[in-house]
């Protein structure tokens, strides 16, 4: 919110003309109160009455919440499901990137399409896919039945609709700074007889390495938080295939608020811990820019 | 070492960029590959880097003798200068110009000292020894383009390759930049060829200066030969300004002050500089062409004139001395005859062998 506060008033201080006027003011204290209405009501409220409803009945019942064998295996799959997803579409991302950015080939728009399709397409459908290749009736059905692999109602199941609901987040932090970036430097370290394995090292990655960091925030908050599509594939079996968000609900059926409610305060946490993650990666890559800009004083 | 290239070709699609390129460039040379944009100058250059292949065929690409064409870029041992620096922006200008060594399998790295002393050299022969420490971001264009070359002399190549080296930098710093390349070429003595657009900077910087138009070489030859006698058309107007007269052969001599057309033997181009043209105010030969002066440009070392063929209409560009602009008092609307003085006749694009 304060980066919102912050902005406004940036705004209003480049039209120089416009500032002075009394008019202008108002309009400027208006945009800022409608703002903080706006985020009170649809983001503090519901981020307090989160926090409020856990602790309803003291700190003892709040962590006694995680005390239960189901949420902890809740968690557990959880953190299992982001631990595959975030490295594999970090792998992806860079490379889908890298192809993108630095090669031209026939139906490149396509893909640039295709990255963004877990988008567009309602979480449910991402899960009913994975339902219909690999479920009983499925394509693969009856093959995985017969070699006794479950990957439906089960944690392959979760992790492929996890891996697919955020594989674009890298991908596409990565793609629109590679383009602006050209493949000039690469070329300079391949001159000076570094091989693709060293100008990648030392060139490509650190050149993105913030970009890269940022995708990789947001894909594990993603990944952490995902309901739909999990939804879908896990078949709710307690213990065994629920992740948080589910858990939650299952909690949330059966009337167990103070339950519900102190999980659902781990996903807020990491809401908060994902921005608080974010700004500062901002902020660092702010600092590094502007360390490189400082004005030379010294003559040609 | 020297640089000869055999037969290249060289297609985008269904566009030729490089049409059968023959070229030697001996060794310690620092030849200028001087064209028109898209005349393919800078494709030949990434062909000999090994940026870039040329079509399959029977071409070569030798150096000292040694076909390069199957060596990838990192084998070749050549220096590369990028037009737009291709700086590393996350790395110092030491870390830079140290990437080159620093790079080299653990059995051919010189040791951390040794580097830094290496490093510390270059720095000290391009004059940025106290920039070190400094991100490219902030350094001058000029200053960028020394670390470039710093950069890509560390890993002593056997080949310098330059692509538009100054052609982002401003016109003082260009020409500061480019006498201070001539002479780290005679320190060094380096094999080094450079792409440009500009004519006066490959007249002035290289040794030979090789003409290309259109994906072809059009003249290769050290810059006076190439200034003064120009092989074709092509050369002529692109190495500086030029008048173009068109005229005919009469009866064994070319003639251009005519303009009776029906009865030419043969249609002639003749080309002058604006230099090689005398202005007076009587008729000093019977070739003499009367014009009206429209436009006079006064400022410079040789004021330049605009005028206007009395005969045709046609516009003539001459550059008089300063010491005859001032003895002729000349006027806009001042009456004058123009004589050509080095006329150089093409019939049909190739050059006649007769002067006047």
């Known amino acids: 919110m304060a980066a919102t506060i912050s902005m406004l008033k940036g705004a209003s201080n480049s039209p120089v003309g416009l500032a002075r006027s009394e008019e202008n003011v108002w309009i400027k204290r208006g945009l800022i109160i409608v703002t903080l209405l706006f985020l009170g009501f649809f983001l503090f409220l519901p981020l307090a009455a989160v926090f409020s409803a856990a602790l309803e009945k003291g700190f003892g019942a709040y962590f006694a919440s995680f005390d239960d064998p189901d949420a902890l295996a809740a968690i557990k799959l959880t953190l299992i499901a982001a631990g595959i997803a975030v490295p594999l579409n970090l792998v992806f991302g860079l490379a889908a990137a890298w192809l993108i950015a630095k090669f031209n080939f026939a139906g490149k728009s396509v893909l640039l399409t ?71 430097e690469e070329q300079a370290a391949l001159v000076l007889g570094a091989n693709g394995w060293q100008t990648f090292w030392r060139v490509t990655l650190p050149n993105v390495k913030w970009a890269l960091l940022y995708g990789v925030i947001l894909c594990n908050a993603r990944a952490m938080g995902e309901f739909g599509a999990v939804s879908v594939v896990s078949g709710h079996i307690r213990g065994m295939t629920n992740t948080i968000p589910l858990h939650v609900e299952i909690l949330y059926n059966e009337y167990n608020f103070v339950a519900a409610f102190a999980v659902a305060s781990l996903l807020a946490i990491l809401a908060l811990l994902t921005l608080v993650a974010k700004s500062l990666v901002e902020w660092r890559a702010r600092q590094e820019l502007a360390a490189a800009l400082e004005p030379t004083m010294i003559k040609d | 070492m020297s640089i000869e290239i055999r037969n290249i070709n060289k297609t985008f699609g269904s566009f030729t960029a490089l049409k059968d390129i023959n070229l030697l460039v001996p060794s310690g040379e620092l030849v200028a590959l001087l064209g028109p944009s898209g005349c393919g100058k800078t494709t030949l250059l990434r062909i ?102 710093a950069r890509a002399l560390a890993v002593k190549p056997k080949v310098l390759l330059l692509d538009e080296p100054f052609g982002a930098l401003d016109a003082k710093v260009r020409q500061e930049l480019r006498r201070w390349l001539r002479r780290l070429h005679d320190e060094l003595h380096v094999t080094s060829v450079f792409v440009t657009h500009d004519q006066e900077e490959a007249l002035e910087v290289s040794d030979q200066v090789v003409v290309m138009n259109a994906g072809q070489i059009e003249q290769v030859g050290p810059p006076a030969e190439v200034y003064d006698h120009p092989a074709n058309p092509f050369v002529y107007q692109f190495l500086g300004n030029v008048n173009l007269f068109h005229g005919r052969i009469d009866g064994g001599e070319a003639k251009i002050n005519h303009l009776d057309r029906s009865q030419s ?21 019977p070739d003499a062409i009367e014009a009206i002066v429209r436009y006079i440009h006064a400022a410079g070392g040789m004021p330049r004139l605009e005028l206007e063929r009395l005969d045709n209409g046609e516009s003539i560009a001459a550059e008089v001395a300063r010491e005859r602009y001032r003895e002729l008092e000349l006027q806009v609307g001042d009456h004058l005859f123009v004589t050509p003085r080095n006329l150089r006749f093409f019939v049909e694009g190739a050059p006649l062998d007769y002067q006047i």
């Open chain 1, 114 to 184: 295709l990255i963004d399709l877990p988008f567009a397409v309602s979480p449910v459908i991402s899960g009913l896919i994975y339902v219909l290749l690999f479920g009983l009736q499925g394509w693969f059905g009856p093959w995985l039945a017969e070699h006794d692999i479950k990957i439906i109602f089960a944690v392959p199941g979760i992790v492929l609709a996890t891996v697919f609901v955020t594989f674009p987040f890298v991908a596409r932090e990565l793609i629109p700074l590679m383009q602006e970036q050209g493949s000039d």
């Open chain 2, 265 to 285: 033997e043969q249609e002639v181009v003749a080309y002058v500089r604006p230099h090689d043209l005398d202005v007076s105010r009587e008729r000093t030969s």
């Open chain 2, 48 to 149: 000999i880097s090994g940026l870039e292949q040329p079509d399959p065929g029977n071409g070569a690409i030798l150096f000292h003798d040694e076909d390069v064409a199957s060596r990838s870029v990192a084998d070749r041992k050549i220096g590369f200068v990028f037009q737009h620096y291709a700086l590393f922006r996350h790395m110092s200008v030491f870390d830079n110009v140290a990437f080159g060594l620093t790079v080299k399998p653990r059995s051919q790295r010189p040791g951390k000292e040794e580097i830094r002393d290496q490093v510390m050299e270059l720095l000290r022969l391009v004059q940025l020894e106290s920039q070190a420490n400094r991100f490219p971001s902030q350094l001058s264009g000029g200053q960028r383009q020394r670390v470039a070359l």
